[in-house]
């Protein structure tokens, strides 16, 4: 019996280290999997300037698009149409005969956003070197769109007041916003849905929401898309 004690004090002396290597081992596995950008060595800097360089690119990348002709105009995923809440109006007056009035409130409305979306670059800019790092790692952590989302909630404010005024003179212009308020006040009067009369703020408020979403489409193709990694630092933090 003994003997038998003594054996298995042995053995126990001798599995106890082999344990403690095997939990070390295991948490080695566990450090080198959350390394960043997928086990590179990558420092929290080179992190930063990934993403920061991904937000340079895509911003760039869909102001000047849609700042062209038919920027908004020709996209049909983000075309500027008359709200949900007017459409009954615009279907009685196209029934009227005066579906091109229509149609110019339109073009109006989608000319106005280009206009707006060749003013942004400093805006952007200025958020994307403000980035932190705490920022920067929250983003890496997040979803596919986390780049976007975080350019969204420190821009909007800045972005509205930029949009704004821009928009409110070319609609001026075109006289779009005179028919607009004349059109909307009349309907409200009979109806219980009410039209916003305000134009300038629905055409700011769909620009903003079609500009978020070619920033959206360009993050992805520079999280999934080698060709669009056209930058070195691009390369080394989405290569992989």
């Not at 932190?132 to 972005?159: E, H, N, P, W």
């Amino acid at each position: 019996m003994k003997k038998f004690l003594a054996i298995a004090a042995m053995a126990f002396i001798c599995i106890k280290p082999i344990q403690a290597q095997g939990v070390k081992g295991l948490l080695d596995k566990v450090n080198k999997a959350v390394t960043p950008a997928n086990g590179s060595n990558l420092s929290n800097e080179d992190i930063i300037s990934g993403l920061k360089e991904a937000l340079r690119v895509g911003t760039d990348s869909s102001a000047a698009k849609l700042s062209k002709l038919n920027g908004f105009f020709g996209d049909a995923a983000i075309k500027i149409l008359m709200p949900e809440e007017a459409k009954k109006v615009e279907s009685t007056i196209r029934s009227l005969g005066l579906g091109s009035l229509v149609d110019k409130a339109i073009l109006s409305m989608n000319r106005a956003a280009e206009d707006a979306a060749s003013g942004v670059g400093d805006i952007f800019w200025t958020a994307i070197k403000g980035m932190s790092i705490k920022d920067g790692l929250q983003i890496l952590r997040g979803g596919d769109f986390a780049a976007t989302d975080y350019l969204k909630s420190v821009t909007t404010a800045q972005l509205t007041e930029k949009f704004r005024p821009v928009i409110e003179t070319a609609l001026e212009k075109a006289d779009a916003t005179k028919y607009w308020k004349d059109i909307f006040t009349n309907y409200n009067r009979f109806s219980t849905k009410q039209v916003n009369t305000d134009l300038t703020a629905y055409v700011t408020e769909k620009a903003l929401s079609g500009l978020f979403y070619n920033i959206g489409l360009q993050e992805q193709k520079i999280r999934k898309d080698p060709a669009a990694q056209v930058t070195d630092i691009l390369k080394k933090v989405f290569a992989k």
